[in-house]
């Protein structure tokens, strides 16, 4: 008599990778939890091989061991391996300007190199873009692939997919990163595709398994309720995207040597299908910080009742010469426009100070905001779970406590905020 | 005329995802099954432009059986008709294998008659990869175009499309040739309410169902096998340390604000 798998349903993240490598096609979703047939199932053991969350298990009378033991067998996969790996980073850029994400990535680019003994390598796709290539060396990359050409000068997928895919056919990169802005999605997506490797998107922790030597891929999944690890481990290059901000800004150092390799595109004007007719900067107002570079940043949600407590939150942050933002219930409700908005659907910020003020704190708001330097939370109900992320929770009504704040702060230190 | 095919996914409505703080575990209970928000702007935008130039608007979605309820409701927002990609063996995609199976599909509806146009949400909200659309272009060489928040016109006899995208604070038109991807923002339409006739419309609609067998695509290009990367561990997000709770705001705000500044003040934060 065969064994039989258990599914945990509390444990279980409706993955269906268990279907998927259930040779006997013994296990079903039901209402998004997986669940065996227990006349089809052969007791093989490899839906819990495959289980992220450890949800299935053979019954506590069977000896642990039996399912333990192939738990190795898949580790052994071989890793495919060049001879120097080199760790890449698409150098996002629009008229030869950097996307800031581009050097936190060439930064954190520098560990995984470490870890795995090879080197740092930049991606510069553009026109006129030869400064990149040396500020890309400045921040850590030891080479650049450079492609110059007129036909980049804008970006638009197909000549870039065109060019990313060149270069990687041609020097074959173990590890490639790119920012997840609209740029970096666009065209990782379309990469991965041709080049026929997994891609990860979004990650917020990237790391080196020290005896793998795989890239383990971290990103929020679910709206951010749950984190999950994610390898590639049969496909090169590993592709991920990182939010911008999610890694530090690494030092500028214009006394870093590397070298510049020169690659053609290849392809002609007449060839590209799309034309970019018109570009329209949706340029902030003079008062207006981006808020992905603000140092102070005053946020208000559901519990502002209406759109009139942004004007308390906007003195409050001017005296701190900080920004105001938005959770999206309170950009839902029309209150403040989506370009205010902080989270999973919106901005991932990273300032000195953050208020949540009248936030609850929901999951997909705090991955938007989680890396500040202190939070500070305000809000009427004690069990909102914002609280549980704030270094300083203040449990009273907003409406009297940031007015409160504001005198304070000019009291301490004058109507500028002391600068 | 045009014939468009938007791409549906039912998701589990994640701003109701709950974690068990006892077991830091999902709560999954109670939690409703929506069509990706994202997916309802491309619906009414495929429905839009089909009623703007004629023509047709397909709608497809790959998911498991008891997903034909997202395309009924599709079809009561004025879709004209629908398929439903469903198999065992696509069940472990990742977003690889799940654009390898949607573009299949999309070959084979082109069988019937060329598809001009097809429509994603920019993402859904249980992945939020955004990689999808993308794959889909790709793969049937399709021109792709991004997070479009306006389609300013379509020439169906020129061929062409030229629509606005939203990029990091600014916007740029495009113009590009027939077939062609979009990739939507909720800010491209206001998405209708279906009238009660188009509900009982949606409802009666037998959505046909296509199996793996049914597409031209290799078994072992989708489904958990056909899939580049693995989730290898899922656990809870991580906690910053414990903070400290300022009381008696709720008597006191004054006292309490000032607790508050003198701290900031006090860790350097504010007044440097």
């Not at chain 1, 800004?249 to 018109?278: H, N, Q, S, W």
């Not at chain 2, 079809?75 to 990742?94: E, H, M």
């Not at chain 2, 955004?130 to 379509?154: C, H, M, N, W």
Request: net charge negative.
């Amino acid at each position: 008599m065969s064994r039989i798998v258990n599914i945990d349903g509390q444990r279980c993240v409706g993955c269906e990778q268990c279907i998927g490598v259930c040779p006997v096609d013994a296990i079903r979703m039901e209402d998004g939890i997986a669940v065996v047939d227990p006349s089809s199932c052969t007791g093989c053991g490899e839906c819990l091989r495959t289980c992220p969350v450890e949800a299935i298990s053979f019954p506590e009378s069977e000896p642990e061991a039996q399912a333990q033991a192939p738990q190795e067998a898949v580790a052994q996969a071989a890793p495919i391996q060049a001879a120097l790996p080199e760790v890449w980073v698409f150098v996002e850029q629009l008229r030869g300007i950097a996307a800031p994400v581009s050097w936190e990535l060439i930064g954190h680019a520098g560990k995984l190199a470490a870890d795995l003994g090879g080197r740092v390598a930049a991606a510069v796709l553009g026109h006129e873009v030869e400064p990149l290539a040396k500020a890309a060396i400045a921040y850590g990359a030891e080479r650049v692939y450079l492609i110059d050409d007129p036909v980049l000068a804008h970006y638009r997928t197909q000549p870039y997919l065109h060019g990313m895919t060149r270069l990687i056919e041609n020097y074959r990169p173990e590890i490639v990163l790119l920012g997840a802005t609209t740029t970096g999605r666009d065209l990782a997506g379309a990469v991965a595709t041709t080049v026929h490797t997994g891609l990860t998107a979004d990650c917020t922790g990237l790391t080196i398994n020290p005896d793998s030597k795989l890239l383990e891929q971290t990103r929020p999944a679910y709206g951010g309720n749950i984190m999950a690890t994610i390898l590639c481990e049969k496909y090169r290059p590993q592709m991920a995207t990182v939010r911008p901000r999610v890694m530090p800004m690494p030092d500028r150092d214009d006394a870093r040597r590397g070298e510049i390799i020169r690659e053609p595109l290849g392809l002609a004007e007449e060839e590209i299908r799309a034309k970019v007719v018109d570009y329209l900067s949706d340029v902030p107002q003079d008062d207006q910080v981006r808020l992905e570079d603000a140092s102070v940043i005053v946020a208000g949600g559901r519990g502002l009742g209406g759109p009139q407590g942004f004007g308390m939150l906007k003195e409050l942050a001017d005296l701190l010469h900080g920004v105001v933002a938005a959770s999206r219930a309170a950009v839902d409700s029309g209150w403040m426009p989506h370009l205010f908005q902080v989270g999973q659907t919106g901005k991932t910020v990273r300032p000195r100070i953050y208020f949540a003020c009248g936030i609850s704190g929901a999951i997909q708001h705090l991955v938007g905001m989680q890396t500040s330097d202190v939070i500070i939370a305000i809000n009427r109900d004690p069990s909102a779970p914002v609280f549980q992320m704030a270094d300083y929770g203040i449990v009273g009504d907003v409406y009297r406590v940031v007015p409160a704040i504001i005198k304070t702060v000019k009291e301490r230190l004058g109507s500028t905020g002391g600068g | 005329m045009l014939r468009i095919v938007a791409c549906v996914k039912q998701v589990p409505d994640t701003t109701q995802v709950r974690i068990d703080p006892e077991t830091n575990t999902l709560i999954r209970e109670g939690v409703p099954s929506i069509i990706n928000p994202f997916d309802v702007h491309a619906i009414e935008e495929a429905v839009r432009l089909k009623e703007r130039y004629g023509g047709t608007a397909t709608m497809l979605c790959m998911g498991p059986p008891w997903a034909t309820e997202a395309l009924q409701k599709a079809l009561s927002f004025g879709a004209d008709d629908a398929i439903l990609l469903t198999d065992r063996a696509l069940a472990g995609s990742d977003t690889w294998a799940t654009s390898a199976a949607l573009a299949a599909a999309i070959r084979k509806l082109a069988e019937r008659e060329p598809v001009d146009l097809v429509i994603c949400g920019k993402q859904t909200i249980d992945g939020d990869t955004a990689q999808v659309g993308p794959g889909i272009a790709t793969r049937l060489g399709f021109a792709q175009l991004t997070y479009v928040d306006k389609v300013e016109s379509v020439d169906p006899e020129a061929r062409r499309i030229r629509v606005r995208r939203m990029l990091e604070g600014a916007r740029e038109i495009v113009e590009a040739p027939l077939p062609a991807l979009l990739s939507v923002v909720k800010e491209i339409n206001e998405p209708r309410y279906a009238s009660l006739p188009d509900l009982v419309r949606g409802l009666r609609f037998q959505v046909p169902v296509w199996h793996v067998t049914d597409l031209d695509v290799a078994a072992d290009e989708v489904g958990l096998r056909g899939s580049p990367t693995q989730v290898r561990r899922i656990f809870p997000p991580p906690r910053r340390g414990q903070g400290e709770i300022i009381a008696g705001a709720l008597e006191d705000p004054d006292r309490a604000a000032a607790a508050l500044v003198d701290r900031l003040i006090e860790s350097g934060r504010i007044g440097q």
